[in-house]
């Protein structure tokens, strides 16, 4: 019996040491490693790609072999982290990733001396940030390997986007520019897409990275838990962020949003920057305290509006400048030599753009409605963001003083959603591509002597008393200047320096100097009284080289005084009829639709004459700064004392009052001229 008894308990014990074994052999080792065709296919396809992007962007292709070796190696591995730590393995993991992308994304954007000017401080930022998009991804995924790849390969790919816009346009994207994307990819054919050996590193690091992550086996069980514990520390974060970020502007100029703020960073900034703040001291007594200065009475009607009346002409030239305000331009012949001898019935000179290289709409809008993007956040676009409704306009105004209001753009309707836009600001007739006969192109686009032609056009089919307002924006002019094409030659060229990209743009402006010539002769010989007011949109984007010999900075590290000269454009306001000439050193586009008015001699409604009035004490402001009297220069906004503050204060509060307070919108001001339904 006894012997019986040890027989059991020997068996007994053997059966737990082979359950012991059985577990131990069950149990994933820390590391291992084996490497099947599958995998070596995926090295081979991988190594292929890295090879390929090396090529393309010209760089050593020594990148491709480390990495693709490395690669390799990476695709046999297997790690398994034990379980009972994972929430720590999970987080050094997010930290280390959010660091890594953080840096990728700085280093593939800038080079190295402006990767060192962004503060250890705003790179910590940007690491929060960075981190917060991966708890988000996580909360939602809960799969750990996947949420990495996902988070990492979204921050780079919007920083590659930003890579090419910037070279295109020479601003930084930002969040509001995805309400303009369809028409980024209108005029994207037009460019010339490449890519430097910054880009093509973080491409082929970030492939490897994404092999290497893949092999950090992270299993949980409770997934709720997860969710809840990535969905709370992201809120923590946001929270983190935004305390430490009240004080820092978005940045979209040049590069400044990357190396001054981080990227990352900026483009959060920018989320939290497109929604528009209730101005200091705003209330409907303030508003009211403005309409006793400017009473209703003061607006006028169809019936006082003069019976010769005149026609009266908008021309936005698109990317249309004189590169001489920047520094020492000196060319084979004057550009435009036509617009520079006007000296009769016309106020001219130059007036500042809001925007630079892009974003034509801005400067439309400031035409139209007599609205500064000062008083906006920074980046936005008002047709893709805060037309709504019925905005008040100049349209507005002519068209309760009888006139029809026509609108045309030789371009896609889509294009900043103009289709929808013109008839709510309350053009009747919208004139778009398929209704030019594109006859007469240059480079790929309609010209301006087409365009004019067919106000020409407009103009010779009006009925005998009709009162009539024609708004052009031309397109001729777009960007990019770098393509050749066997229908264009370049005839004015810079002298002293060789940019082929400045030739093209300098040849193209100055077929719009022919064209006005053309235009101006045109009016000259008709009977009805014409007024004619035209004006750049903004200067183009040419290469860095080219800003730096003009003026010894480039497009960066300038001065407020300094940096104004690349927002200035040329402008004119001309008659066929005897007025006053007068030259302008500078005032701004929000002013432009009003001394228009005035040019007339039409009832100036109670909004042309604040601003009128506003231009007395501040001859021109965009989103930049604005022209101080009393310090004979350009201050920033919150440098604004004395009268100086006070006017901007009331300029904000009506522009607010105009755009989002729709239910206590100013009677005096605005409501007069809403149209009838």
């Not at 992308?101 to 690491?127: C, F, G, I, S």
């Not at 990227?263 to 303030?286: C, H, K, M, Q, W």
């Not at 003061?298 to 920047?326: H, K, N, R």
């Not at 984007?541 to 730096?548: G, I, K, M, W």
Request: aromatic share 14%; hydrophobic share 40%.
């Amino acid at each position: 019996m006894v012997d019986e008894k040890e027989q059991l308990t020997a068996q007994s014990e053997e059966n737990n040491t082979e359950n012991q074994n059985e577990e131990t052999e069950k149990k994933p080792k820390l590391f291992a490693y084996a490497f099947t065709k599958k995998q070596l296919r995926a090295a081979l396809i991988a190594f292929a790609v890295m090879l390929g992007f090396c090529i393309y962007g010209h760089t050593n292709i020594l990148l491709a072999v480390v990495c693709g070796g490395v690669y390799y190696l990476i695709k046999g591995m297997t790690i398994h982290l034990p379980e009972k730590l994972n929430y720590l393995w999970l987080g050094i993991e997010f930290f280390l990733c959010s660091l890594f992308t953080v840096y990728l994304v700085q280093y593939m954007l800038l080079d190295d001396e402006l990767r060192a000017k962004t503060t250890p401080e705003k790179l910590r930022l940007n690491v929060l940030c960075a981190l917060t998009v991966y708890l988000i991804v996580m909360a939602i995924i809960a799969r750990v390997s996947k949420c990495v790849m996902i988070s990492h390969i979204t921050l780079l790919s919007l920083a590659g986007i930003n890579y090419f816009v910037y070279r295109f346009r020479g601003n930084e994207i930002i969040f509001s520019d995805w309400k303009s994307f369809r028409t980024g990819l209108s005029v994207a054919t037009e460019y010339q897409f490449s890519i430097e050996s910054h880009a093509v590193f973080a491409i082929v690091v970030s492939i490897v990275f994404v092999a290497l992550i893949r092999k950090f086996q992270l299993q949980f069980k409770r997934k709720w838990l997860l969710r809840l514990i990535c969905a709370g520390g992201a809120a923590v974060l946001i929270a983190v962020v935004s305390a430490n970020s009240g004080e820092i502007n978005t940045e979209s100029w040049q590069q400044k949003g990357t190396y001054r703020n981080g990227f990352i960073l900026n483009y959060a900034l920018s989320i939290r920057d497109s929604v528009v703040e209730i101005p200091s001291g705003y209330s409907t007594a303030a508003v009211q305290d403005l309409e006793k200065r400017y009473p209703a009475d003061a607006a006028a009607d169809a019936a006082s509006v003069p019976e010769d009346a005149p026609v009266i002409i908008g021309i936005m030239d698109e990317s249309f400048a004189d590169l001489s305000v920047i520094g020492d331009l000196e060319l084979n012949q004057e550009f435009m030599p036509f617009i520079n001898s006007m000296d009769k019935n016309v106020t001219k000179g130059y007036a500042l753009a809001s925007v630079f290289g892009a974003k034509t709409p801005n400067s439309e809008w400031e035409f139209l409605t007599g609205n500064t993007m000062a008083f906006l956040p920074n980046g936005s676009v008002v047709y893709q963001q805060y037309l709504d409704g019925e905005p008040y306009s100049i349209v507005d105004v002519l068209t309760k003083y009888g006139y029809t209001c026509k609108a045309m753009h030789p371009y896609f309707k889509s294009g900043w959603s103009r289709e929808r836009n013109y008839p709510m600001i309350g053009f009747t007739e919208s004139l778009f591509l398929e209704d030019f006969a594109q006859k007469n192109m240059i480079r790929n686009y309609v010209s301006d002597q087409e365009m004019f032609e067919k106000l020409i056009e407009l103009y010779e089919a009006k009925g005998e008393d009709e009162k009539l307002f024609l708004f052009g924006v031309t397109m001729q002019n777009h960007g990019g200047y770098k393509d050749t094409y066997e229908d264009f030659e370049t005839d004015t060229v810079m002298t002293n320096g060789n940019y082929p990209d400045v030739n093209q743009y300098l040849s193209v402006a100055h077929q719009t100097d022919v064209a006005v010539e053309k235009l101006i002769e045109y009016f000259e010989k008709v009977d009805d009284k014409v007024v004619i007011c035209f004006f750049g949109d903004h200067q183009p984007s040419l290469q860095e080289a080219f800003y730096r010999q003009l003026n010894g900075y480039g497009l960066g590290g300038m001065e407020l005084n300094e940096m104004q000269n690349l927002f200035k454009v040329p402008f004119f306001i001309w008659t066929n009829y005897d007025s006053a000439a007068e030259t302008v050193d500078c005032t701004s586009l929000n002013f432009l639709s009003s001394m228009t008015l005035q040019k007339a001699g039409l009832p100036l409604p109670p909004y042309s004459q604040f601003l009128l009035d506003l231009e007395k004490e501040i001859p021109a402001l965009n989103s930049r700064g604005y022209y101080s009297r009393t310090e004979g220069g350009f201050l920033n906004f919150a440098s604004a004392a004395g009268e100086e503050a006070q006017w901007l204060s009331d300029y904000r509060i009506l522009q607010y009052n105009s755009m989002f307070d729709r239910f206590n919108r100013s009677e005096t001001f605005f409501g007069q001229y809403m149209r009838e339904p």
